[in-house]
């Protein structure tokens, strides 16, 4: 870790996707503990190694975002730490890690669980070995703060021998979110995180909600991939699955072709016939579409029913929390608590919106690793 003069740290998060960069950059006045982060500069690069991009692979987009921030005075030598967002840690990793020869084998020995996320986070961080030499690299972890469910709620009724063969259990995703509201909403509320039951709704493009009790996640919605759980833009959530066999019967599709259909072409998308964006959805309502109606109908429903299934495992809960591109739309946010709030005026709940910010938590976490 660099020494700075005035004490300040800077740190660089990368969110690397199979075809994209997000970046961001903070700096951490006082590193002593002052914890007060300012966010300097952000962006995006995209359509890596897609025909016709100039980006060939992630090394090269990062080094481009190198040049990018030095061109803007922030050189690479000022960097202390990066902050790599990995979606998936298995069960190895409960807490963000630095990253080793031996964590990194570990990572890729997830990329079988998450074989559109891993390989692409492994790439940004090879890239940054060789780019940045010496400098700390942070991974952290998606999944790990889903690491505290218990294994009555991550288990599945099937075979014990292919959750000891193959890993097969819920993992749950949107960690960092998730974390990250509930931190946030406990300021709100001016108790500690751990005081409060609360249910953390991340509602975008990908949905899951969670159930936060006394500061850690004893239950989320998504399971051993992020398929599972709610309706989604694109994605099915719950579904039978002797439907999916009955579908591939009877369409004679091959798993792949399955596969695509419920990631996808189904949820809101699916339904309504019309697109997975929720605003798109909204003013099909207002113009009359039957179909759109339905997909809102299940969305909502959908959220209802795992809202008042986390309160029962909870015991009760102090506040519903909404975020992500949908979940911070507050006409979304009425729908979603319409049918619900009768019964939980009693317990005096509160409705909150919060925006989420994944990269400020990646940044937090890696400060307090490097710090250790």
Same mark, same amino acid.
């Given at each position: 870790?660099?020494?700075?003069?005035?004490?300040?740290?800077?740190?660089?998060?990368?969110?690397?996707?199979?075809?994209?960069?997000?970046?961001?950059?903070?700096?951490?006045?006082?590193?002593?503990?002052?914890?007060?982060?300012?966010?300097?500069?952000?962006?995006?690069?995209?359509?890596?190694?897609?025909?016709?991009?100039?980006?060939?692979?992630?090394?090269?987009?990062?080094?481009?975002?190198?040049?990018?921030?030095?061109?803007?005075?922030?050189?690479?030598?000022?960097?202390?730490?990066?902050?790599?967002?990995?979606?998936?840690?298995?069960?190895?990793?409960?807490?963000?890690?630095?990253?080793?020869?031996?964590?990194?084998?570990?990572?890729?020995?997830?990329?079988?669980?998450?074989?559109?996320?891993?390989?692409?986070?492994?790439?940004?961080?090879?890239?940054?070995?060789?780019?940045?030499?010496?400098?700390?690299?942070?991974?952290?972890?998606?999944?790990?703060?889903?690491?505290?469910?218990?294994?009555?709620?991550?288990?599945?009724?099937?075979?014990?021998?292919?959750?000891?063969?193959?890993?097969?259990?819920?993992?749950?995703?949107?960690?960092?979110?998730?974390?990250?509201?509930?931190?946030?909403?406990?300021?709100?509320? #001016?108790?500690?995180?751990?005081?409060?039951?609360?249910?953390?709704?991340?509602?975008?493009? #990908?949905?899951?909600?969670?159930?936060?009790?006394?500061?850690?996640?004893?239950?989320?919605?998504?399971?051993?991939?992020?398929?599972?759980?709610?309706?989604?833009?694109?994605?099915?959530?719950?579904?039978?699955?002797?439907?999916?066999?009955?579908?591939?019967?009877?369409?004679?599709?091959?798993?792949?072709?399955?596969?695509?259909?419920?990631?996808?072409?189904?949820?809101?998308?699916?339904?309504?016939?019309?697109?997975?964006?929720?605003?798109?959805?909204?003013?099909?309502?207002?113009?009359?579409?039957?179909?759109?109606?339905?997909?809102?109908?299940?969305?909502?429903?959908?959220?209802?029913?795992?809202?008042?299934?986390?309160?029962?495992?909870?015991?009760?809960?102090?506040?519903?929390?909404?975020?992500?591109?949908?979940?911070?739309?507050?006409?979304?946010?009425?729908?979603?608590?319409?049918?619900?709030?009768?019964?939980?005026?009693?317990?005096?709940?509160?409705?909150?919106?919060?925006?989420?910010?994944?990269?400020?938590?990646?940044?937090?976490?890696?400060?307090?690793?490097?710090?250790?």
């Amino acid at each position: 870790m660099n020494k700075k003069r005035n004490g300040d740290l800077i740190i660089l998060t990368l969110n690397c996707g199979s075809s994209s960069v997000k970046y961001s950059l903070f700096k951490v006045k006082g590193a002593d503990g002052d914890k007060d982060f300012a966010l300097i500069t952000n962006g995006q690069i995209e359509c890596i190694g897609q025909e016709g991009s100039k980006v060939k692979n992630h090394k090269e987009a990062i080094k481009i975002i190198l040049d990018t921030l030095g061109s803007k005075h922030y050189s690479y030598r000022n960097i202390d730490a990066v902050g790599h967002r990995v979606v998936h840690g298995g069960e190895y990793f409960r807490k963000p890690t630095l990253i080793n020869k031996d964590v990194l084998s570990k990572i890729k020995s997830c990329a079988k669980l998450a074989p559109l996320h891993n390989p692409a986070n492994l790439a940004g961080i090879e890239a940054c070995q060789v780019l940045l030499p010496g400098i700390s690299q942070v991974a952290v972890f998606d999944t790990a703060f889903h690491q505290t469910i218990p294994p009555r709620a991550y288990m599945y009724a099937i075979p014990y021998r292919y959750y000891k063969k193959y890993n097969l259990r819920k993992f749950g995703f949107h960690g960092m979110s998730h974390q990250y509201v509930s931190r946030e909403v406990a300021k709100r509320l #001016g108790k500690p995180v751990s005081q409060l039951k609360l249910i953390t709704c991340h509602l975008g493009n #990908g949905c899951s909600i969670c159930a936060v009790k006394n500061g850690i996640s004893v239950d989320t919605s998504m399971g051993f991939t992020p398929l599972a759980g709610l309706m989604m833009g694109t994605r099915s959530g719950d579904i039978d699955p002797a439907a999916v066999l009955y579908i591939m019967q009877k369409e004679k599709l091959s798993p792949e072709q399955m596969e695509e259909i419920l990631n996808k072409q189904s949820g809101l998308k699916g339904v309504s016939g019309i697109s997975n964006d929720m605003r798109i959805i909204e003013k099909a309502v207002k113009k009359g579409s039957k179909r759109a109606k339905l997909a809102l109908s299940i969305f909502t429903y959908s959220i209802r029913k795992y809202i008042g299934a986390y309160i029962a495992i909870m015991g009760g809960v102090d506040a519903v929390v909404f975020t992500a591109g949908i979940g911070e739309h507050i006409g979304m946010k009425k729908m979603i608590s319409y049918g619900i709030t009768s019964f939980l005026k009693k317990l005096n709940v509160k409705f909150l919106v919060v925006h989420t910010d994944e990269e400020l938590m990646i940044t937090q976490e890696v400060f307090k690793t490097i710090k250790k």
